[in-house]
């Protein structure tokens, strides 16, 4: 009995104070936190976890001393950087038996000349697929714009972390930096992530540490092969000439991710009976976008055709497996001197063509010329005259004969003209024999 009484009285003297040095402070700004124990043996670490989501905090070691009842007293600082503003409990802690209950903060922003410089992280998806980029984007207000932001690395586990460039903003009226980051995860499941701190300096230091991200990252269908890209893929394409040579140039591009291989490339080559060996490819980063330059030189005779340049890739927004039709424009290929003979052949074409246009010009002035003609004569035999000059005979009836098609039409004119110039019958109407005339020629 007197045992427990002893075990008892141990416990009891145990104690633990939690301390600050401050209950009102600013985002950006610390509180430091006082943790003293006493008691006879020296407690587990103190767990702080429940203040995690309020509070980051970063704690020295202990330091420890023995009393002169050789009860052991140790004492830890801890900083406190708050994530958010508004009323914060600090809940209670224990160690050794002891417990020390809860302290009450206020938080108040970072405002200066109005402004409040608590960074702001812009909206984010609760869920993303593996191997979608997510793009991590925090806006810092300026209390001044001569002021400079910097933030620390971010390299979260399991992830593959970009950091981009800053970017200068006007928000709500005022001067901003946005940072911004690029995640990729491989690797299904929950996580929390600390985002890095942010320091703001000016005529004033702040350093800001906001809320854990909580992210989920979905696995890909099991059906999708290591060759489907993820995200939104883009395809351009341009023809080009180097070193003599033409060059098919395919530019893909997706933000986050290329897989080595793409689906549906080597059938591609192979219907334009193209070695894949000879296919010239890099990739480029452009902020965050991954730009895959495949140069494809075309064979020595390629007839003229046109195809389509497939992709096959997984659409992170709908959430199923796509494709992408990118038209090619016609793709031909010969040597020079297949050109150049190409060239003399139109040339001489286009001289031969020239030749019967001019004699076609030539045959249509002469008959313009001789209707004319006909249509000035006064009288029946100076029609027959007109007509008899114009073939170089003798007589209608040899004129007629010139006709192949309308020699039955020819014959019955030179009749009608004959009599009308050679005898004593009603003479013939000169405007009709016109008329015949000039539609026969």
């Known amino acids: 009995m007197m045992l427990v009484t002893g075990f008892n009285a141990q416990l009891q003297a145990a104690t633990l104070d939690l301390q600050l040095d401050k209950s009102r402070i600013e985002m950006g700004k610390f509180i430091i936190a006082t943790i003293t124990y006493h008691g006879s043996k020296s407690p587990a670490a103190i767990d702080l976890s429940q203040w995690q989501d309020d509070f980051y905090f970063d704690r020295n070691d202990p330091d420890t001393v023995d009393d002169e009842n050789n009860q052991l007293q140790q004492q830890t600082r801890v900083r406190l950087y708050p994530r958010h503003s508004g009323e914060i409990t600090l809940d209670a802690i224990a160690a050794g038996g002891a417990i020390a209950y809860p302290r009450h903060v206020q938080v108040l922003p970072a405002i200066r000349n109005g402004i409040d410089a608590t960074p702001k992280l812009q909206a984010l998806k609760t869920e993303y697929w593996a191997d979608e980029a997510i793009d991590i984007q925090i806006d810092v207000a300026l209390h001044d714009k001569r002021n400079n932001v910097a933030a620390k690395d971010f390299e979260p586990e399991f992830f593959d972390s970009l950091r981009l460039p800053d970017q200068t903003i006007d928000k709500d009226r005022q001067p901003a930096i946005r940072l911004h ?120 005779w390629l007839w003229p055709r046109q195809i389509d340049y497939r992709l096959n890739y997984f659409d992170s927004t709908a959430g199923q497996l796509k494709t992408l039709q990118q038209p090619l424009p016609w793709l031909w290929h010969a040597p020079r001197g297949f050109y150049w003979l190409m060239i003399l052949l139109a040339t001489l074409l286009m001289f031969l063509g020239m030749n019967r246009l001019d004699r076609w010009a030539a045959r249509w002035r002469q008959r313009y010329r001789l209707r004319q003609q006909l249509i000035r004569a006064n009288n029946p035999p100076q029609l027959r005259k007109i007509l008899i000059d114009s073939a170089a005979v003798n007589t209608l009836q040899q004129w007629a004969q010139q006709f192949s098609r309308q020699r039955t039409q020819a014959s019955a004119l030179a009749s009608r003209l004959d009599r009308a110039c050679f005898s004593n019958q009603p003479t013939q109407s000169l405007a009709a024999l016109k008329q015949d005339s000039v539609r026969l020629v």
């Open 181 to 300: 980051w690029q995640l990729l995860s491989a690797r299904k499941g929950d996580y929390w992530l600390e985002l890095p701190s942010i320091v703001q300096r000016g005529r004033g230091r702040f350093r800001f540490y906001l809320p854990k991200l909580k992210l989920h990252i979905k696995p890909l269908p099991a059906y999708l092969p290591p060759t489907v890209p993820v995200g939104q893929p883009k395809v351009t394409v341009a023809i080009k000439t180097i070193a003599n040579q033409k060059i098919l140039q395919l530019s893909i591009q997706n933000r986050g991710r290329l897989p080595d291989g793409l689906q549906g490339f080597s059938d591609f080559l192979q219907a334009l009976g193209i070695d894949e060996s000879t296919v010239v490819s890099k990739d480029i980063s452009q902020q965050g976008v991954i730009v895959r330059i495949k140069q494809i030189p075309l064979p020595t």
